[in-house]
């Protein structure tokens, strides 16, 4: 495994929403004081229900969303809240994506190659020979045809599409990819397909991803790294392995229960939680996960959550019920 | 005694001047307090068929036709349904077979409450006055595990979570204790924690109500836990059905045992996924033979010609495919 070429301090992003105009603002809280470390070469997993604050963290690192508080370490470069357009705009280049839902992130009146070449123009290159090429050069290795680069996406199935996406984030170089749920919007029978393009993509262009998914079974076979978060914080982080192996926060436990598996080899005792998330305006300083937690104790609903504890080499969770 | 019986069910849509068959000639029958599930992939045909069974597709642009589509009420009257005039559907489809779906917020009214919306199912169905059908509204919400059901009565759909929702569309569908629920993907929208919750509340209500049960979904996972009897759809057809243990532990047709395998082992760790090459073809293109054929990896000259029948094994299982063997996987 590499260097680290992400890591995040105490990254924060609050919005702010107002019940109505002269009130003061309430703070949402979706992203809570992160702190993760994604080496180079990796498969970065997060994990996380909806409303968690897994897209909104690769927002903030994708600067699609404002920074509250913190900052990160990307490329060389510190990203904090006050950072110029000027040095945002350099750490970007290394930076792409691929969004969920191939079908609404791709621009119905471009043809493929102006789609896969978009990220080039706007960095600058203008001639149209040179941008057409480099589509052609990147078409084959996303497994789609040559003869594909003049069509429009309507003539594509939500695979195609996909690999459509994925290779718009290859042109320009960009070494870090945040994947956002790139598999839930498409057939069963094509997830493979993509997961498998995705791991040649990387092996190929030695590529670093972060990759969301709230598909546990996908983020274990995937991924070497992973964090689980819920309702903005991160409650445990670590080595994808041993997070399987001996989740350490209740949380966790529960999200690994709840795979429904197709043949299930022994009887697990399933933990199904009551109730749903609590909502993530003005938070109290709590662990934020006490109210569904069955194990929770009274220290938990009284004393603020304690700093990440080591649990084992590489492998950090935030839970009073390991503290001590 | 079958609650649903389904007989060579077709149905086409009309598209400008074309026709696409989204279901060709379907046979489905659930039983008595039986869960059974359909499984397949978007387009495959499995919601037009439980859409046509509640008679809810708008005819044209559908167009259905079947040898059979009989329905046994709770006091053994069968009704055809498709002879059925749609006054008569009307009140069928609350107190005798009733709908889930995959989204809840698109099925509840915006600019009604939670309790206005219950409260119709007992005032047009059971004749009762609002004050008396406001109470047993309050009862059902507690019945599907809802906090603090009074409140909520006076709330909005906005302010309920997907979760929520969803329960209040399992209330409004068990409230008449029909004998078919037919649920199309309802946990799909839904996360994982709240997804268990919400099957392990459709199970139950089921086995109390004793209703049956038709599972719409994509997962295989869902089936395992929720169905005792499964049909797999592919391109409208049927390619294999039998009970959820057989199926999912020997499948026979390539289909099922591709997107079987196409789902990684939780135990071991693996490097690469399985995959099933190429996409779905397009329902106006589908390959002439075998609907499969072009992404089978057993696939033969045969099947490219001839599209096979769906072969009787005799033990209650139906496969369509010429080879339906496991020796074929092993070559």
Redesign the interface.
Same mark, same amino acid.
């Given at each position: 495994m590499g260097e680290v070429i992400l890591r995040t301090n105490d990254l924060t992003v609050d919005f702010k929403v107002k019940k109505n105009i002269f009130g003061r603002p309430d703070r949402l809280s979706a992203v809570q004081s992160v702190n993760l470390e994604i080496r180079e070469g990796e498969i970065y997993g997060l994990v996380g +229900?909806?409303g968690c604050g897994k897209t909104t963290l690769a927002n903030a690192i994708l600067g699609f969303v404002p920074i509250t508080s913190g900052s990160f370490e990307c490329f060389g470069h510190t990203i904090d809240a006050s950072t110029k357009p000027s040095e945002w705009r350099e750490v970007r280049k290394h930076m792409q994506t691929v969004f969920q839902d191939p079908y609404s992130s791709l621009n119905t009146r471009f043809t493929v190659w102006q789609i896969i070449s978009e990220p080039l123009y706007i960095a600058g290159e203008r001639d149209e020979r040179v941008l057409r090429e480099r589509a052609a050069a990147l078409v084959e290795k996303v497994g789609l045809d040559y003869t594909d680069l003049d069509r429009y996406v309507f003539e594509f199935?939500g %695979?195609?599409r996909q690999r459509i996406a994925i290779a718009r984030a290859l042109i320009s170089d960009a070494k870090l990819i945040v994947c956002d749920e790139p598999t839930s919007a498409l057939? !069963?029978? !094509?997830?493979?397909?993509i997961?498998?393009l995705l791991?040649d993509l990387r092996e190929e262009f030695g590529l670093t991803y972060l990759f969301i998914s709230?598909n546990?079974?996908l983020i274990?076979?995937i991924t070497d790294h992973m964090a689980v978060m819920y309702l903005g914080e991160v409650m445990e982080c670590g080595k994808t +392995?041993d997070i399987f192996r001996n989740p350490a926060c209740p949380y966790t436990e529960?999200?690994m229960s709840? $795979?429904? +598996? !197709?043949?299930? @080899?022994s009887d697990r005792e @399933?933990i $199904?939680?009551? %109730? +749903?998330a609590r909502s993530p305006i003005n938070p109290p300083d709590l662990c934020r996960f006490v109210g569904r937690c069955p194990r929770a104790t009274e220290l938990c609903r009284t004393r603020p959550l304690p700093p990440p504890v080591q649990i084992g080499d590489d492998h950090m969770a935030r839970c009073h019920l390991k503290g001590k | 005694m079958n609650v649903l019986e389904i007989k060579n069910l077709k149905v086409l849509f009309r598209t400008g001047e074309h026709f696409v068959r989204a279901v060709e000639g379907v046979d489905i029958t659930v039983g008595e307090g039986e869960r059974v599930a359909i499984v397949g992939e978007s387009g495959c045909g499995k919601s037009v068929t439980s859409l046509a069974c509640m008679r809810l597709l708008n005819t044209p642009p559908a167009y259905i036709a079947a040898d059979a589509l009989r329905f046994t009420a709770k006091d053994g009257t069968v009704h055809d349904l498709m002879q059925k005039p749609e006054n008569e559907m009307l009140a069928l489809r609350a107190e005798e077979m009733a709908m889930i779906f995959q989204d809840p917020s698109t099925f509840l009214n915006p600019v009604m409450t939670i309790g206005e919306q219950l409260d119709e199912v007992f005032i047009y169905h059971m004749n009762m006055k609002p004050k008396q059908a406001r109470a047993r509204s309050i009862e059902m919400m507690k019945k599907v595990g809802i906090p603090d059901p009074a409140m909520r009565a006076q709330q909005y759909p906005h302010e309920l979570s997907g979760g929520l929702k969803q329960r209040i569309l399992i209330a409004m569908a068990t409230s008449c204790s029909p004998r078919l629920l037919i649920a199309d993907e309802p946990t799909t929208a839904l996360d994982v924690t709240i997804q268990a919750q919400i099957l392990g509340l459709i199970r139950e209500r089921c086995e109390k109500e004793r209703m049956s049960l038709l599972m719409i979904t994509h997962d295989l996972g869902v089936v395992r836990e929720m169905a005792e009897r499964v049909y797999v759809m592919y391109c409208g057809k049927i390619v294999e059905t039998g009970t959820v243990d057989e199926i999912l532990s020997a499948p026979k047709h390539p289909y099922t045992k591709a997107l079987i395998d196409t789902i990684p082992d939780m135990e071991e760790k693996v490097d690469r996924f399985v995959q099933i090459p190429h996409n779905v073809p397009h329902p106006m293109h589908k390959p002439e033979g075998c609907y499969f054929s072009n992404r089978c990896a057993y696939c033969t000259a045969l099947c490219r010609k001839k599209q096979p029948p769906l072969f009787d094994r005799g033990d209650g299982r139906l496969v369509r495919c010429y080879y339906q063997t496991e020796e074929l996987w092993e070559k």
């Open positions: +229900e909806s199935s %695979g195609q057939d !069963v029978s !094509v997830h493979s397909q997961c498998n791991l709230h546990l079974s274990k076979h +392995e529960a999200l709840a $795979i429904l +598996e !197709v043949n299930p @080899r @399933r $199904i939680l009551t %109730g +749903e | -």
